[in-house]
Nanobody, 115 residues
Framework: VQLQACGGGLVQAGGSLRLPCAAS????????MAWYRQVSGGQRELVAR???????DYADSVKGRFTISRDNSKNIVYLQMNSLEPEDTAVYYC??????????WGQGTEVTVSS
């Protein structure tokens, strides 16, 4: 399975971006889907996660601003990012975990928020 992430770019503080991540195979059997981010020289950190039954978790720093959702019929997981802050600047990676595939990472998409 492959994951294709896109939607990154340059945005001013206070703006919005939506990051879609498309899977090459059906996501109906996928357990967790998530978005992580990594700044240069830093560790990859969890931004948001959605479980198979629709439960969600968010990093404290993005609660109330970001929303993760999954569309199993289209094999896509979305990260809607509103009220972006310069501190959100990072490379964002999508992630899925499925019992047979294991853990799969997508390529990163870069988000830059200017002040």
């Amino acid at each position: 399975v492959q994951l294709q992430a896109c939607g990154g770019g340059l945005v001013q503080a206070g703006g919005s971006l939506r990051l879609p991540c498309a899977a090459s195979r059906s996501m109906y059997t996928v357990n967790d889907m998530a978005w992580y981010r990594q700044v240069s020289g830093g560790q990859r950190e969890l931004v948001a996660r959605v479980t198979r039954d629709g439960g969600t978790d968010y990093a404290d720093s993005v609660k109330g601003r970001f929303t993760i959702s999954r569309d199993n019929s289209k094999n896509i997981v979305y990260l809607q990012m509103n009220s972006l802050e310069p501190e959100d600047t990072a490379v964002y990676y999508c992630y899925v975990h499925q019992d047979t595939w294991g853990i799969v990472w997508g390529q990163g998409t870069e988000v830059t928020v200017s002040s």
